[in-house]
C-alpha cells in the first residue's frame, strides 16, 4: 500500500468513525455525553465558507456557524489539545491550529483538521519544546510560526506536518513576497532572501530602520504598514531599499488588512477604509468612529471578519467599501465554568458558569440538553441543594435560595445576608452553614427555605479566613491556609470545636472518607491522613498524579480527582489506603477543574465545558462480608475475569501474620499480593495489581502464621 494509499485510508477512518478513531487516552472510563459551554480569550479567526474558525485559548479551536446571519451559532469546537490555541488559518479544505504554552519548559506547535459535518478532526500535528508561539503565516513556500524565533513549517502533506528551519531571531509580525521575507522587530524590519525553507538563511540580507511598527502587509512592489504616528506606504522595487510614497496620520492604529482593492486599518477611533489606487496619496473613504477594539481581520469574498474585545465577532458586506453595512455581531462570551452536581435533583444538572446558573436536563445522558437558568445579581461561589431547593452563595450578595418546582426555571424564594464576601457553604439537614471572608461562619436554619433564620455564628481562629466547608456524618471540616479545623454539628445546628490540625504545607482542597483526609497541596500533590485520632493525624502517604490536581470527591470505597489539564478524570480504590490503586482515568478534553457524581456517572467541568463519564468499570461494587467469620476463608476475588486489578476481600477468625500469595497451574510462586503483615481477627480488602504475568487460570492463597489456609482459582484476561 502507497504512502498516500495509507492517508486515504486514516482519513476514510477519521470520516466513518468519527472521534472515535481519535479517542482519547484511558482506563476503565467512557466518555458518554459532552457539552460545549465557553470560550477562552479569542485573539485570532480564520474564515471558510459560512464557518469562522476562532483560536480561543484555553477554549482551543471554536467553530461558529454564520450561514443565517441574523442567528450565527457555535458549531463545534477542537480542545483536544492541551495547549492555549493562539492562532489559526485555512488553506482549501485543511484548517491549521497553532498553540502555545507558557509553562516551563514552553513548548508549541501547529496540527493540521478536517472540518467535518460539525467538528474539526485533527489528521497530522507538528511540535517543539523549548519555544513560544504567537502567530502563524501561511505562503505558497511554507508556513512561518512567530516567537521565540521564526520557525519554518512544510505544510505540503497536512497528515505529516514538519518544521524544517528556522531562523535565529524574534519577530512581532511577517509578509513574504518573491523570496524576500520582511520581519517586524523592535527597531525596524529585518529582510531575509528566502528560497528554501530546509536551509534558512542565519543572516539577515538587510535591515530597514523604523521604530514602532506594529503591522505590515505586501503587495506587488509595495510595503504598507502601521506604526505608533499612522498609516506609510514603501516601494520595495528595491526589496532591500524601502522608499516612502505615501503616509496618512492617525493614532493608536492596531490592525492592518489589504485586499485587491482597498485597504482596512482599526484602532481606537475605530474602523477605516482607505483607497491606495494612489500610493502616493492614501486617501480615507470610510470611517467608523465606533470605539470597537479589533484583535484580527479576514476578508472571505465581498465579507469582512472583525474580532473584537476578545469575545465577540462582527461582519460587515463591503459590496461597496464607501458604504460597509454590518451583517453580523454574535457575542459568544469569554467564560469559565465551575460546575457541583446535585445527586437528588433527578435527572437535572447545575452548572455555575460565573453569574449564569444553567439547567441541562440529563434524562437521555447520551444526548442532554440546556433548559433554563438563573441570572444570579453577582459571580457564583458554590452550590448546595434539597430535593426541592438550591442553595448558592452568591459572593458578597449572600445566600439566594432559589425553588426547583419548576427545574427548569428556578426562581428566588428566600434570601440571607452574609458579612463579607461568602466563599463556601455546607448543608447538613436542616441547616446550612455560611463561610465568609472576614466574619468566620454563620449558621442558618433552612428549615423554611422561604423564610430562612440566622440562629448562630462561629468565630474562626486564627488569621486566615475559611475557603472551604465539608461535611462527614455529623463533623464539619473548615478549611484554612494550612490548617483543617474540625466541628462537631448538634441537632439544633450549634457547633462545638472539636481539634484545629495544623500542617506543613498550604492546603488547596480536601474531602474526607471515613477515619481518612485527602488533600490537594497548592496543586502540586495530593496527601492522604488518617485522622482516627484528631489529636495527632497522621500521614498515610502522598502521591502524584500525572496532572495538577484541582478538586477531588471521595465515594464509599473511590476516590475521584479533576486532575487539571494533564491527568484528566482519575478514580482510586481507597479502603487501603496503604496501597492506593489507581482503578480508572480519562484524558478529558481541555482541562478538568471540577467534578461531581450521580451513582457511576461523573460529571466533569474545566475552563471551557463538561462533559459525562460512565466510571462503572472502574469502580467494581464490593460484596458485602458475612457478618461472622467461623473460620478463615478467602470470601472473594472480582472482578471475575480481571484484566488490571484484582480486588480481594478476605476475613481472620483471629489474630496472626497474614499472607496472600499468587501461584501459576504449576504451583510456581509468581507474585506477593499481600507481604507478612500482623492482623487482628476481622474481615479486609486489599488489591492486586499483576505486572508482567501472563494470561491464564491463577491461584490465590492466604496464609495465617506460614501455614496455608485457603486458595481461590481467578481468571486473568489481557
Not at 467494581?620 to 461472622?628: D, Q, T
Amino acid at each position: 500500500m502507497s504512502a498516500w494509499q495509507h492517508k486515504l485510508f486514516f482519513l476514510l477512518m477519521i470520516v466513518t468513525l468519527g472521534s472515535s478513531a481519535l479517542a482519547a487516552d484511558s482506563r476503565n472510563i467512557t466518555q458518554i455525553g459532552r457539552a460545549f459551554h465557553g470560550y477562552g480569550a479569542t485573539n485570532r479567526l480564520a474564515v471558510i465558507g459560512d464557518q469562522v474558525a476562532l483560536a480561543s485559548g484555553v477554549g482551543g479551536l471554536q467553530m461558529v456557524d454564520c450561514s443565517d446571519p441574523e442567528d450565527p451559532r457555535a458549531a463545534g469546537y477542537f480542545d483536544d489539545n492541551k495547549y492555549p490555541m493562539v492562532d489559526v488559518a485555512i488553506r482549501g479544505e485543511f484548517i491549521y491550529g497553532l498553540y502555545s504554552a507558557e509553562d516551563q519548559p514552553s513548548k508549541c506547535g501547529v496540527f493540521t483538521a478536517l472540518l467535518d459535518e460539525e467538528n474539526p478532526r485533527a489528521i497530522g500535528r507538528a511540535d517543539r519544546n523549548d519555544a513560544r508561539a504567537t502567530q502563524l503565516i501561511l505562503t505558497d513556500l511554507c508556513g512561518i510560526v512567530l516567537g521565540t524565533d521564526v520557525a519554518l513549517i512544510d505544510l505540503s502533506d497536512a497528515f505529516e506536518p514538519a518544521f524544517i528551519g528556522r531562523i535565529p531571531t524574534s519577530a512581532t509580525d511577517a509578509a513574504w513576497i518573491d523570496s524576500h521575507l520582511y520581519l517586524v522587530q523592535a527597531g525596524g524590519i529585518a529582510i531575509y532572501h528566502l528560497e528554501d525553507p530546509a536551509n534558512a538563511p542565519m543572516e539577515r540580507s538587510a535591515f530597514f530602520d523604523h521604530a514602532g511598527i506594529r503591522k505590515i502587509a505586501v503587495q506587488d512592489t509595495l510595503l504598507y504598514l502601521i506604526d505608533q504616528e499612522g498609516f506609510k506606504v514603501y516601494s520595495i522595487a528595491q526589496p532591500y531599499s524601502p522608499t516612502l510614497l505615501g503616509a496618512f496620520n492617525e493614532n493608536n492604529l492596531s490592525q492592518l488588512l489589504l485586499t485587491d482593492e482597498f485597504l482596512i486599518i482599526t484602532g481606537s477611533d475605530g474602523l477605516v477604509v482607505m483607497s491606495v489606487e494612489n500610493p502616493n496619496e492614501p486617501s480615507v473613504i470610510y470611517h467608523d468612529e465606533h470605539g470597537f477594539s479589533f484583535r484580527d481581520l479576514v476578508m472571505n469574498g465581498s465579507t469582512l471578519y472583525a474580532l473584537i474585545d476578545y469575545s465577540t465577532l462582527v461582519a460587515y458586506n463591503m459590496a461597496d467599501p464607501a458604504n460597509p453595512v454590518r451583517t453580523i455581531y454574535y457575542h459568544f462570551g469569554n467564560q469559565t465554568l465551575a460546575i457541583k452536581m446535585i445527586e437528588s435533583c433527578g435527572n437535572y444538572v447545575y452548572v455555575c458558569d460565573g453569574g449564569y446558573l444553567s439547567v441541562w436536563d440529563m434524562t437521555n445522558p447520551f444526548d442532554f440538553c440546556e433548559t433554563g437558568g438563573y441570572v444570579a445579581p453577582a459571580n457564583i461561589i458554590d452550590l448546595e441543594a434539597t430535593n426541592d431547593y438550591l442553595f448558592t452563595a452568591v459572593g458578597a450578595r449572600g445566600i439566594r435560595i432559589l425553588s426547583l418546582e419548576n427545574p427548569h426555571q428556578p426562581q428566588v424564594v428566600g434570601f440571607v445576608d452574609s458579612i463579607g464576601m461568602t466563599t463556601s457553604i455546607c448543608l447538613i439537614d436542616n441547616f446550612l452553614y455560611v463561610a465568609t471572608n472576614d466574619s468566620g461562619m454563620q449558621i442558618v436554619d433552612v428549615s423554611d427555605p422561604i423564610n430562612p433564620v440566622k440562629i448562630g455564628r462561629y468565630p474562626s481562629s486564627g488569621r486566615s479566613s475559611i475557603a472551604q466547608i465539608i461535611a462527614s456524618e455529623d463533623r464539619l471540616f473548615l478549611r484554612k491556609n494550612s490548617a483543617v479545623e474540625v466541628l462537631h454539628a448538634n441537632q439544633n445546628g450549634q457547633v462545638d470545636t472539636l481539634r484545629t490540625m495544623t500542617f506543613q504545607h498550604t492546603i488547596a482542597h480536601i474531602c474526607v472518607s471515613n477515619h481518612l483526609l485527602f488533600m490537594i497541596e497548592s496543586f502540586q500533590r495530593n496527601w492522604v491522613y488518617n485522622i482516627s485520632n484528631l489529636d495527632t493525624p497522621r500521614v498515610v502517604r502522598n502521591f502524584n498524579p500525572p496532572g495538577a490536581s484541582r478538586s477531588m470527591l471521595a465515594r464509599e470505597n473511590h476516590l475521584f480527582i479533576a486532575d487539571g489539564a494533564w491527568g484528566g478524570l482519575r478514580t482510586y480504590e481507597i479502603t487501603d489506603a496503604d496501597t492506593l490503586i489507581e482503578t480508572g482515568y480519562y484524558d478529558t478534553p481541555g482541562d478538568a477543574n471540577q467534578i461531581a457524581l450521580t451513582g457511576n456517572i461523573a460529571y466533569v467541568a474545566g475552563s471551557t465545558n463538561f462533559a459525562l463519564y460512565d466510571c462503572s468499570q472502574a469502580l467494581p461494587v464490593k460484596p458485602e462480608p458475612p457478618a461472622l467469620v467461623s473460620e478463615l476463608q478467602l470470601l472473594q476475588a472480582f472482578p471475575a475475569p480481571f484484566n488490571q486489578f484484582l480486588s480481594i476481600d478476605y476475613a481472620i477468625p483471629s489474630m496472626g501474620v497474614v499472607t496472600i500469595s499468587a501461584f501459576d497451574p504449576l504451583g510456581r510462586r509468581i507474585d506477593e499480593v499481600l507481604l507478612p503483615r500482623q492482623l487482628f481477627p476481622g474481615s479486609y480488602h486489599t488489591i492486586w495489581q499483576p505486572s508482567n504475568i501472563a494470561s491464564g487460570p491463577i491461584y490465590i492463597r492466604l496464609d495465617l502464621n506460614d501455614r496455608p489456609i485457603s486458595t481461590l482459582q481467578v481468571l486473568q484476561v489481557k
